[in-house]
């Protein structure tokens, strides 16, 4: 219509009708401020309202990642609650796209609701591998329950300070606030212990019980594996390679270093590679195109590390729960320099890595075609790194921290050693597959790290 009146010189015309629109745009931007001033403002009433009320000792809620899916340690903890003490109601906390991720049994919370101050004020037990809003006011009686996200390779808490490009728009005076109000972290192994007592320094008790998202990887059975390797798609016989890079933090946008096609092609028909993108990305790591399957938005990672092989990886603190599983892994660390200068790491994990180290995409192919991938190298590798990274998870720290938690008992189930656990057996586990025929002119990279 502008263009008509333009056309026929109604030009002052044209003038008045782009101000009113203009006027209009104005009018409603401040409506919607004062609109969420006045929800805020309400909102804050009756957070303060509800902290008057009586804590409901049988209540307890849940969180993942800032409101993502039923997933992490939180999630097999509201399971274990449900399960061990039943006396308890539990809530989880979830944007609303991701609450068909949540089992039958849960009441679902909106963040920032009515319904989602209402749990934060009058809950006895707070459980996440985040922190809650910064708004939070702990009562007397309320016990936080802070998982964590995984085993530290690069630099959390305080120790990211000293660390722009990672810790870019990090306030650690909050983040101390948020450490005085834990009441218990969790830990799987002294490492982790150590790191975090040292990085987020308080008054908290650390519970050496290991990881209740790792439970799964002892109870699941051989027919498990065969159920979700089906619902993935992954044909009978063929090795499933997942595929999981960390985030980088002096990078804007998701880094995608491996043509995964290309290794699928050189490797042959009987791989396949389960691709997942960092949850910090919110965003697909590569299209499912033959036999690269994009599996980001799978709503377990401990389900496709049972499905998978293998896996591949950077610098995920996946590698430390995936070791749960004594199955092989090959690390990728074509940027270790970048990373460590960008975010700082706890050791030199070229030094002592879980498996075979490809520092380029054909040497990662090579590992793989020439089956050094679980060659007795990798094994020993992997051997080494289990006995110092997966002390605690025996299947049953899920049970230790209700028990312990909820129940107030202090004769919990002795940690099962390491050797006489027995993970349940890959796919590929039971048949050696023959080699792959390398192409001329690649590289042949012997058994090492």
């Known amino acids: 219509m502008h263009h008509t009146l333009i056309r026929f010189g109604l030009h002052r015309t044209y003038r008045t009708l782009q101000l009113a629109s203009a006027l209009q745009r104005a009018a409603a931007r401040t409506a919607g401020k004062v609109l969420r001033g006045l929800r805020s403002a309400a909102l804050r009433v009756h957070y303060r309202l509800q902290r008057c009320l009586p804590l409901r000792t049988d209540r307890a809620v849940f969180a993942a990642y800032d409101g993502r899916g039923h997933s992490c340690n939180p999630g097999a903890l509201e399971t274990a609650f449900r399960d061990l003490a039943p006396h308890i109601r539990t809530a989880w906390i979830a944007r609303p796209e991701h609450h068909h991720t949540t089992p039958p049994g849960p009441r679902r919370i909106v963040p920032g609701t009515a319904a989602y101050w209402t749990a934060l004020a009058r809950s006895a037990y707070l459980v996440s591998n985040t922190d809650f809003d910064h708004r939070l006011v702990k009562r007397r009686g309320q016990v936080i329950v802070q998982t964590g996200q995984g085993t530290p390779l690069g630099h959390i808490g305080l120790d990211l300070q000293e660390r722009p490009a990672a810790a870019r728009g990090r306030d650690f005076a909050r983040l101390l606030r948020g450490v005085d109000q834990w009441d218990y972290v969790l830990s799987a192994n002294r490492h982790t212990t150590l790191?975090?007592?040292?990085?987020?320094?308080?008054?908290?008790?650390?519970?050496?019980?290991?990881?209740?998202?790792?439970?799964?990887?002892?109870?699941?059975?051989?027919?498990?594996?065969?159920?979700?390797?089906?619902?993935?798609?992954?044909?009978?016989?063929?090795?499933?390679?997942?595929?999981?890079?960390?985030?980088?933090?002096?990078?804007?946008?998701?880094?995608?270093?491996?043509?995964?096609?290309?290794?699928?092609?050189?490797?042959?028909?009987?791989?396949?590679?389960?691709?997942?993108?960092?949850?910090?990305?919110?965003?697909?790591?590569?299209?499912?195109?033959?036999?690269?399957?994009?599996?980001?938005?799978?709503p377990s990672v401990e389900s496709l590390c049972l499905a998978s092989d293998a896996l591949v990886t950077d610098y995920s603190s996946l590698m430390f729960d995936y070791a749960n599983l004594d199955r092989p892994i090959v690390i990728h660390a074509d940027d270790w320099e970048?990373?460590?200068?960008?975010?700082?790491?706890?050791?030199?994990?070229?030094?002592?890595?879980?498996?075979?180290?490809?520092?380029?995409?054909?040497?990662?192919?090579?590992?793989?075609?020439?089956?050094?991938?679980?060659?007795?190298?990798?094994?020993?590798?992997?051997?080494?790194?289990?006995?110092?990274?997966?002390?605690?998870?025996?299947?049953?720290?899920?049970?230790?921290?209700?028990?312990?938690?909820?129940?107030?008992?202090?004769?919990?189930?002795?940690?099962?050693?390491?050797?006489?656990?027995?993970?349940?057996?890959?796919?590929?586990?039971?048949?050696?597959?023959?080699?792959?025929t390398v192409p001329a002119g690649s590289a042949v990279v012997t058994d090492r790290v």
């Open 195 to 298: 790191t975090h007592e040292r990085a987020h320094p308080g008054r908290y008790t650390t519970l050496e019980y290991g990881y209740p998202r790792n439970d799964v990887f002892r109870t699941a059975t051989a027919a498990d594996v065969a159920r979700l390797r089906a619902s993935l798609g992954i044909p009978e016989g063929t090795v499933a390679i997942l595929y999981a890079p960390t985030r980088r933090d002096y990078r804007r946008s998701q880094r995608r270093s491996l043509d995964l096609q290309r290794i699928v092609r050189r490797l042959g028909p009987r791989f396949v590679v389960l691709a997942r993108a960092h949850h910090a990305y919110g965003a697909p790591l590569t299209g499912t195109c033959g036999r690269v399957v994009d599996v980001s938005d799978h």
């Open 338 to 436: 970048a990373y460590e200068a960008a975010r700082g790491t706890y050791f030199d994990l070229r030094s002592f890595p879980p498996g075979a180290v490809a520092r380029s995409e054909d040497e990662l192919i090579d590992i793989f075609a020439t089956g050094h991938w679980r060659g007795s190298r990798s094994a020993q590798l992997r051997s080494a790194f289990r006995e110092r990274f997966c002390t605690y998870d025996d299947g049953r720290a899920a049970e230790r921290v209700v028990r312990r938690v909820v129940l107030g008992e202090s004769d919990l189930p002795p940690v099962v050693p390491l050797e006489e656990r027995r993970p349940v057996p890959s796919a590929a586990s039971s048949a050696r597959e023959p080699l792959t």
